[in-house]
């Protein structure tokens, strides 16, 4: 895989995932107990034998970049490879922050034209998968394929949430439908493609030259079917868009099955991150811990039933904790009750509080579409006062304090918003 670049799409704001992604980018959303979401596409590339790679970044990326540093949990540190950040600036030349995938690759045409590599692989770094590169960028050699798209089945009645594929009987792609209502194929397009670099150079250039939009899926796509040999590669194992609240919830909730469709703990496989170097987890004498993940640097004091804990998480006596998922170094006061929510990182429960209390479903006023299935989040450094009651699809801003609180009873649907908006760091 010497002869391979890897362009990691990681600048998208993702409004979908709410304040969990309000100071940070969405790949940089912490994952499964201890990793981050773009853990899976770098260690893929890893895994794969890929040692160049560059990730192309925008939105709030310093908790990104802090992350990824030089690449060394993923081997990116040494003489043979190395990870680049690629981030827009304004400079006396005709350029802009990215406005879609395929102009952020384009306005990053100068690195791809001075790697001595005969393919570009292009991915995305907000997928939840395992994958291996090398057999689809093998495939792609073996076919003299001008573009390989990797693709997956989805239910038919999901086909207008993807970009629609129609494959030959020999594999060739001979149709592209972004998100349509119906359609006869449902094979989703997974955002992973790999180029002849002439190939995307030229088609970079027309794309410059028309500027008829702005993404690969919607716009490149369609225009080279025609032009090019253009080829599905079927993937069949996990993979999940973890884009909206819901589906990232479910995501992590994924993990806890006996035997999960994504194998963290497969060493072909294996997912690297960051090692924080926290100590083991402990339970104390009352612990109750059912069916969860808990990792290094976790006390748990209370009852922790279906959730994923994150590192230095503190769940006091009597504390209950079920289908949640609770961020680093999170205290969840003596008594407290957190149901099917998402708490972000460095928050403070107060004694007795009720996060996700009751049965009203009522959807969150300020963001509907996203809040909806009675998951309510509490975002980064709140500060939640003893005996607060918060219910269903609420949202908890960011560094709240007990001041911002209108009563001790916040009704599904609601939001809390800090009075007096501070800088903290990310």
Not at 248 to 277: E, F, K, S, V
Not at 341 to 365: E, F, H, R, Y
Not at 372 to 397: E, F, H, L, M
Request: charged share 25%; proline share 5%; aromatic share 8%.
């Amino acid at each position: 895989m010497d002869r391979v670049v890897a362009l990691i799409l990681a600048g998208g704001a993702s409004e979908r995932l709410s304040i969990l992604s309000a100071e940070r980018a969405k790949p940089a959303v912490p994952f499964g107990g201890k990793y981050r979401i773009i853990d899976f596409t770098l260690s893929n590339c890893a895994n794969s034998g890929i040692c160049n790679v560059a990730v192309l970044t925008q939105f709030n990326p310093r908790s990104l970049v802090q992350h990824i540093g030089v690449g060394r949990p993923w081997d990116l540190d040494r003489t043979t490879s190395s990870v680049v950040l690629l981030q827009p600036f304004l400079s006396r030349s005709i350029r802009d922050w990215y406005k879609g995938t395929a102009d952020a690759v384009y306005q990053n045409l100068y690195y791809i034209e001075d790697q001595k590599v005969d393919e570009v692989l292009i991915l995305s770094g907000d997928h939840v998968y395992t994958m291996a590169y090398d057999i689809m960028i093998n495939m792609h050699r073996s076919r003299q394929a001008d573009v390989t798209v990797a693709v997956i089945e989805v239910p038919l009645s999901d086909v207008s949430r993807f970009g629609i594929i129609t494959l030959d009987h020999n594999e060739r792609v001979i149709s592209f439908q972004e998100k349509p209502r119906s359609a006869k194929s449902n094979l989703a397009s997974m955002g992973i493609y790999v180029f002849d670099k002439s190939v995307l150079i030229k088609s970079l250039e027309d794309y410059e030259q028309k500027k008829s939009g702005h993404d690969f899926g919607q716009n490149i796509l369609p225009e080279i079917i025609s032009k090019h040999k253009v080829y599905g590669y079927r993937f069949r194992g996990y993979w999940r868009d973890v884009g909206t609240v819901q589906s990232y919830w479910q995501a992590n909730m994924d993990l806890i099955a006996d035997l999960p469709d994504l194998n963290l703990y497969d060493p072909a496989a294996g997912i690297r991150t960051i090692h924080r170097g926290k100590p083991p987890a402990k339970m104390g004498p009352n612990a109750v811990v059912l069916r969860s993940l808990v990792s290094n640097g976790a006390i748990i004091n209370g009852r922790v039933d279906r959730s994923i804990i994150f590192p230095g998480v503190f769940v006091e006596d009597d504390a209950v904790v079920t289908e949640s998922i609770i961020f680093d170094d999170t205290s969840v006061g003596r008594g407290s009750i957190v149901d099917r929510s998402i708490v972000d990182k460095q928050v403070w429960l107060g004694a007795g509080c009720c996060i996700g209390c009751g049965d009203d479903m009522t959807p969150n006023k300020e963001e509907p579409g996203n809040l909806n299935s009675g998951i309510t989040i509490v975002g980064k450094g709140a500060r939640i006062p003893g005996d607060i009651k918060v219910g269903r699809n609420c949202k908890i801003y960011c560094w709240v304090e007990d001041a911002d609180f209108p009563s001790k009873d916040i009704s599904s649907g609601d939001s809390v918003v800090s009075k007096t908006p501070r800088r903290h760091p990310l």
